[in-house]
């Protein structure tokens, strides 16, 4: 056996055991966790500082920003596992119950996935808000992450397994995979003896690999080209706050806003207003030939420009001309994560959130509320942008499948 295939085994006798945990156990778990990571705080920031100063020469400054941890970062994947382990156990939950006319009574129950593997890239945190999601819903996790974060993604899962010694829940449940090349992605990718799901986690290029070569059944989560589109009747200040925010506050993640669409009948007054702030901010805008008219100091946008998720500070511009080309041009170009508008208009605000035909979509808010912490889920495991077997952010409850369990007195068919 391959040292991936004993990791297999190894989780899927976790994932047996798991299967059967009591709920307070699974609890009792995830709370030493928690504990366990304020209390391995240095140790962690040591790790971290070591794979940050590997990388500096290598990546941007936003995926810095994505890898790197600091005392607040690290208080804030103690609360998230803290938090999943308050939400309701989502194993055992009855969702039918009913009789035939032969007798036969049939229960329809929520139970364990199995053994999850995740693939991600340079975010440490994602080690424990996986980890601490699997187990409350009953599955064992193999987590692959990248080169970037290998020391901190060895320490936090080493802090977790040290916290799980001391529980009732098997210290299998989490496991890392310490070979960070292309080929034990691609052994995990062909697993299918032993991982039931396999969801990545990083940019498009880590999750169109996953998608195009995964023969493990795989939960696609989101490249996130959001967009942001200025209606007429916008609160044009408003506007400026919530582009600023969805765009500046973090534009290395998922649910960081790629694009500024704004109604060519407010244009003229909001995309001064908006751009001044964002360019404060330091953020690049690229804009159609319209908004470059109004603001001739931004650079010009390709066609390339408007499916690419830049994670950057960098924004895509575009004027439309009425509501229904900024639907469009979402439905063309988005990947399916999150969409906003901003506006003062009820029926305009219903149009478009019935329109799109994305996991989650705003009205009045910026993009960044979509995370599972935000969304009261306490952490998530990705933001699904498909639409089986979940969609938008995954918390413990979109980590279960069910089974029926029958009753009989001896029917034959």
Not at 83 to 98: F, H, I, N, Q, R
Not at 251 to 267: T, Y
Not at 375 to 383: D, K, N, R, T
């Amino acid at each position: 056996m391959t040292e991936l295939e004993k990791m297999g085994a190894r989780g899927a006798a976790a994932a047996m055991s798991l299967r059967t945990a009591a709920a307070d156990d699974k609890t009792d778990a995830l709370k030493l966790i928690a504990k366990a990571l304020i209390e391995n705080t240095d140790a962690i920031l040591a790790a971290n500082a070591e794979d940050v100063a590997a990388a500096r020469d290598d990546l941007s400054p936003s995926m810095i920003d994505r890898l790197s941890l600091d005392v607040k970062r690290i208080q804030g994947m103690a609360d998230g596992v803290l938090a999943v382990s308050e939400w309701p156990d989502p194993v055992g939950k009855t969702l039918a119950e009913y009789d035939r006319p032969n007798g036969l009574h049939i229960k329809k129950v929520t139970v364990p996935l199995g053994v999850i593997g995740i693939i991600f890239e340079a975010r440490p945190n994602v080690a424990s808000d996986c980890a601490a999601l699997c187990i409350k819903a009953g599955n064992a996790v193999i987590l692959r992450g990248g080169k970037e974060a290998f020391r901190s993604n060895q320490t936090i899962v080493g802090v977790m397994r040290n916290a799980l010694s001391a529980s009732r829940i098997s210290p299998d449940s989490v496991q890392l995979v310490e070979d960070t090349s292309r080929e034990s992605a691609n052994e995990m990718m062909g697993l299918t003896e032993y991982l039931d799901v396999l969801i990545p986690r990083g940019g498009a290029g880590l999750i169109r690999s996953v998608v195009d070569n995964a023969k493990v059944p795989v939960i696609e989560t989101g490249a996130g080209n959001c967009h942001i589109y200025i209606d007429k009747a916008a609160d044009i200040s408003m506007a400026a706050d919530i582009a600023v925010n969805a765009k500046t506050s973090r534009p290395s993640v998922c649910n960081a806003a790629e694009k500024l669409l704004v109604h060519r009948e407010i244009a003229s007054s909001a995309l001064p207003a908006i751009s001044k702030k964002l360019e404060e901010k330091g953020v690049t805008l690229r804009g159609d030939s319209a908004s470059r008219i109004i603001h001739p100091s931004m650079e010009a946008a390709d066609e390339d420009d408007w499916g690419r998720e830049y994670l950057d500070f960098i924004m895509g511009v575009r004027i439309v001309e009425d509501i229904d080309e900024a639907i469009a041009h979402i439905e063309k170009y988005s990947t399916q994560h999150s969409e906003c508008i901003v506006t003062e208009d009820p029926a305009a605000a219903a149009h478009f959130m019935e329109s799109i035909d994305s996991a989650v979509v705003y009205w009045n808010a910026s993009t960044r509320f979509t995370d599972g912490g935000e969304m009261g889920l306490g952490a998530e495991i990705g933001i699904s942008t498909q639409k089986l077997h979940a969609r938008g952010p995954m918390g413990a409850d979109q980590l279960v499948t069910y089974k029926y369990l029958i009753t009989g007195n001896g029917q034959i068919r």
